[in-house]
């Protein structure tokens, strides 16, 4: 196999990680009740992510009756506000970013958004949450982001800088000449020069890993936009460890 030159530790998965299922009726929830959790999306209109894109969404209230969302798209990170009247949520216009994409992939992102703002009803089943239209066909399924990985990374200098951003992923590495899928992801700020170990905690969704393939985490460290650190070598992933231990080593000037 090619060796992965950036990513610190290897996981296979032996078998399927099945969606949650209820067998209880769907419960009618609203933006407030799903703060702090990030959303992965399952499924538009019946289809599943382009690509196996992770899509996302993130909701926070701002006061009872309105709040923002939030999240990445098929294409683009995309951001708006949500109302609540009369027990019914409602989108309002969705902004973007403005990064070109293949055409299948714009197509499902212009889906995406047209299908987020006619949302009026939200509803939870277990760990699936359905955005739709009352009375209509279209719809948006998300699965929560139950899943951890947990461990640290280390610095081979022994330190990180101050003002800098630590950015750790969970990917697909099955495919060696397409695309990474990233499955989970988790941004630290590190404000104040830290000597020692930096503790992180991933979230990522069950409902994405997939029997066979092949799982590693990666680390970046940037100051300004500048990388710094990057993890180099692979270690061997032990299911029975209560954490992993990833190296980040300092990038190399041209």
């Given amino acids: 196999m090619r060796t992965i030159g950036r990513f610190a530790t290897v996981l296979t998965v032996s078998s399927m990680l099945a969606a949650c299922s209820s067998t209880h009726k769907p419960v009618v929830v609203t933006p407030d009740m799903l703060q702090g959790q990030i959303w992965v999306m399952s499924s538009l209109n019946g289809e599943a992510p382009v690509g196996g894109k992770r899509i996302t969404m993130e909701l926070t209230q701002g006061s009872a009756s309105q709040g923002k969302v939030n999240g990445r798209g098929p294409c683009n990170s995309y951001f708006g506000g949500y109302q609540i009247e009369q027990g019914e949520v409602s989108f309002g216009r969705i902004g973007s970013t403005m990064m070109a994409c293949r055409e299948p992939v714009m197509q499902q992102e212009m889906a995406f958004h047209t299908t987020l703002q006619k949302t009026n009803q939200m509803l939870m089943d277990g760990r699936m949450l359905v955005l739709k239209e009352a009375g209509g066909q279209d719809s948006i399924v998300f699965m929560a982001e139950s899943g951890r990985v947990r461990g640290e990374v280390h610095s081979s200098t022994g330190s990180f800088p101050r003002n800098s951003q630590m950015m750790i992923r969970l990917s697909d590495v099955s495919k060696q000449d397409t695309h990474l899928q990233t499955i989970g992801e988790q941004k630290i700020k590190i404000k104040g020069e830290i000597h020692g170990p930096v503790a992180f905690d ?51 000037s041209m």
């Fill in 202 to 252: 991933l979230a990522y969704a069950p409902h994405l890993i997939q029997a066979g393939h092949t799982y590693a985490i990666s680390v970046e460290v940037r100051q300004n936009g500048k990388l710094l650190y990057t993890s180099q070598s692979h270690y061997p992933l032990n299911l029975d460890k209560a954490a992993l231990d990833v190296k980040a080593e300092p990038v190399k």
